[in-house]
Every structure is written in structure tokens, then in C-alpha cells.
């Protein structure tokens, strides 16, 4: 494994880097199929996701092929810090936050924990679970209410395979994922 994470991610980030834009949409694809098929994603209520950046699995055609019932949902970063959740379609008004990052423009936003499902973006996995994010902890401080036990939302990390990496080790504050989808499959840990 490489020696810190910080070293881990610029290395995850290159592999990212290098898949080509075809690569990238046929993974969309191939994502939004294997998220399809499972019936306990295609329950009715807020899905999140989130606009990509930087090379992120985008996540077009998951929208796309929602169920009847689910509302798509994009995270808002807060000025304290916290992260929350707000419906968003097509066509609806989005502004970059202070990272430059599209979110929807709401007077209302939702908490973490009315979420249904929420596919979180991430630059490492390991297939226990274990999310590498960008390091801002956004995701793990939302969630910690989840840390040690199995509540709703459903946690399931989306990114490409070649992001998967051994030896990640678990920090205190890392939240678990519940499964991870890529274009190779969808791997669930029964938490």
C-alpha cells in the first residue's frame, strides 16, 4: 500500500484520470444496471447522489432509471460544515458552492438520516467497506449516526473499479459502506 493517504490519493486520482471518456459513460451505464437490479434500492423515497467532478463516476443514468416514488436528491454543503440533502430534477436551478461544486438552490434542505439510499462518491475502496473520500469527512460526519450500527439510509459507494485498493485501513471517524457499486458489479457487506 502506499506510505499516507495523501500519497494514496494522488495515486487514485491518476488511475481515475487516465480512463477515457467512453470508459467512464459505459461504467455509468453499467452502474445504473447492476443499482437497478436490486429491489431493496427501488423503494420509494430520497435517493442522493451527487453531480460528479473531477473524473467521478457521473450518475446520469442512475437518474435516470429511478423508481416510481424516489426523488433524486443532491448534497448541499453547509457554511457550519454539516452536509444535507435537497430534491433536485432537471432543469432545476443549481450554483456552485464554495468548491465550485453544482448544488441545487433550496430554501429547504433535508438531514442525513431521510435519505433512503445514498450513493457516495469516493477516490479508494476495500471490499470490507472502507470509503476513501477527498478528505473533507462531509460524508462520515453526516452519517456518523450510523457508525456501529445498521440504520437507514442505505450507504453504497460508487466509483470505478480500478479504484479499489488493499490494505485500506478503517479510520475512527470512517462511516462503512453498506455495499459498493462499480462497472464490475455490486458487492453488499449484510450490515
Not at 126 to 142: F, N, P, Q, S, V
Not at 148 to 165: D, H, K, M, S
Amino acid at each position: 500500500m502506499t506510505s499516507t493517504r495523501a500519497d494514496l490519493r494522488a495515486e487514485l486520482r491518476a488511475r481515475r484520470a487516465a480512463l477515457r471518456p467512453g470508459e467512464r459513460l459505459a461504467a455509468a451505464d453499467a452502474v445504473a444496471r447492476h443499482l437497478g437490479e436490486r429491489p431493496e434500492l427501488r423503494e420509494p423515497g430520497y435517493v442522493a447522489g451527487y453531480w460528479a467532478v473531477n473524473g467521478e463516476l457521473p450518475l446520469h443514468a442512475v437518474q435516470l432509471r429511478l423508481a416510481p416514488g424516489q426523488v433524486w436528491c443532491l448534497p448541499v454543503a453547509m457554511p457550519d460544515g454539516d452536509l444535507r440533502f435537497a430534491p433536485w430534477r432537471a432543469g432545476d436551478p443549481l450554483a456552485p458552492n464554495r468548491y465550485g461544486i453544482p448544488e441545487p438552490v433550496a430554501d429547504t434542505t433535508l438531514a442525513p438520516a431521510d435519505m433512503a439510499v445514498v450513493l457516495l462518491p469516493l477516490l479508494g475502496f476495500a471490499r470490507d467497506g472502507t470509503r476513501l473520500g477527498m478528505g473533507g469527512g462531509y460524508y462520515d460526519r453526516a452519517f456518523g449516526f450510523r457508525r456501529g450500527r445498521a440504520a437507514p439510509p442505505r450507504l453504497v459507494g460508487v466509483g470505478y473499479a480500478c479504484q479499489e485498493t488493499d490494505g485500506l485501513v478503517a479510520e475512527d471517524w470512517d462511516v462503512p459502506l453498506d455495499a459498493i457499486a462499480t462497472e464490475a458489479g455490486f458487492h453488499a457487506f449484510g450490515r
